[in-house]
């Protein structure tokens, strides 16, 4: 099937480090699972062709990449700064993703102190270990297993190579179990209530927290502060100054305002994909963690 789209990378959107399901192909299309389903996505410029285990493979595209949004009136809200501009300008078509609240979750309870490529290995040993194989045209994924699959194959999670992580996932998968917590219940809270409630899951401290309201629940207030994030704007804003999270955080909300998540996401992006040698003084081939 095919979608006519207006402001939309897949590059940009796919690797900018919010979603970790997804792989490039040789010929230039991505691979992807997201639920119950896979999808083989092409984009070619204002164009994507879609093939999926999926009907309604249009709908779901324009709910997943967020479409209805006018991208062009945010961009518009952040574009305070030359350093932000020039990122808007490099990152043409990144759109924040509308992604499933418990696979969010674990996915970024998984990343703390971690590498992205570290966090892809992890969720895709858990799901080709506990969850469903998923086949589309020769390529094959696995669903991420549900929070009770989690809970009742706690010896299979142990195989996994998660270290410090794996009791942080087990424990939150065994609050969801158990009703301690609804995560589509937290749909409708205003930000600083959701990520409140966030904070009582094991594992989830201010970055995990802000990267599940942003990238799960829309909360585009919701500004995560990772290594990334903070090089980037203690070298930009602060004149390579040490600056805490909490400082960095509230300097963001001021600066870019009530869409400083999507600021966020367009800076990483940048500074990530285009130039990283400027931020990290890290060898060659060693990625900052996430």
Same mark, same amino acid.
């Given at each position: ?15 900018? @480090? ?16 997201? @639920? ?40 518009? $809200? ?12 490099? /990152? ?18 998984? #990343?703390?102190?971690? #590498? ?37 194959? $706690? @010896?299979?999670?142990?195989? /996994? ?18 009703? *301690?917590? *609804? ?18 899951? $094991? @594992?989830?401290?201010? +970055?995990?927290?802000? /990267? ?17 994030? +903070?090089?980037?704007?203690? +070298? ?9 999270? $909490? ?12 869409? /400083? ?30």
């Amino acid at each position: 099937m095919e979608l006519e789209v207006n402001n939309l990378s897949l590059y940009h959107t796919l690797e900018c @480090g919010q979603a970790f399901r997804w792989d490039k192909l040789h010929d230039g299309s991505y691979f992807g699972i997201v @639920g119950k389903n896979a999808f083989l996505i092409y984009q070619k410029r204002e164009r994507l062709e879609i093939i999926s285990t999926i009907e309604d493979s249009i709908n779901w595209a324009k709910i997943y990449f967020a479409l209805d949004i006018d991208l062009e009136r945010i961009l518009r $809200k952040i574009d305070t700064d030359e350093y932000i501009h020039t990122a808007i300008k490099s /990152c043409s078509g990144l759109r924040i993703l509308r992604q499933e609240p418990w696979e969010t979750l674990a996915s970024f309870i998984l #990343s703390s102190n971690n #590498s992205i490529q570290n966090i892809k290995r992890m969720i895709k040993t858990l799901s080709q270990r506990l969850g469903s194989k998923i086949e589309l045209n020769g390529h094959q994924g696995y669903s991420f297993p549900s929070p009770y699959s989690i809970v009742k194959n $706690k @010896g299979v999670v142990n195989t /996994c190579r998660l270290g410090f992580r794996r009791d942080y996932l087990i424990e939150t998968a065994e609050m969801i179990t158990n009703g *301690d917590i *609804d995560l589509e219940g937290l749909r409708e809270l205003p930000y600083k209530s959701l990520r409140e409630k966030l904070f009582k899951l $094991k @594992g989830v401290g201010p +970055k995990v927290a802000d /990267c599940v309201a942003l990238f799960a629940f829309e909360k585009s207030e919701s500004f995560p502060v990772d290594v990334w994030i +903070k090089r980037i704007l203690q +070298k930009l804003y602060f004149s390579n100054k040490v600056v805490n999270d $909490k400082k960095l955080y509230s300097f963001a909300r001021k600066h870019f305002g009530r869409y /400083c998540g999507y600021a966020q996401e367009y800076l990483y992006c940048y500074y990530r994909l285009k130039i990283p040698q400027e931020i990290t003084s890290q060898k060659v081939g060693q990625e900052p963690k996430r």
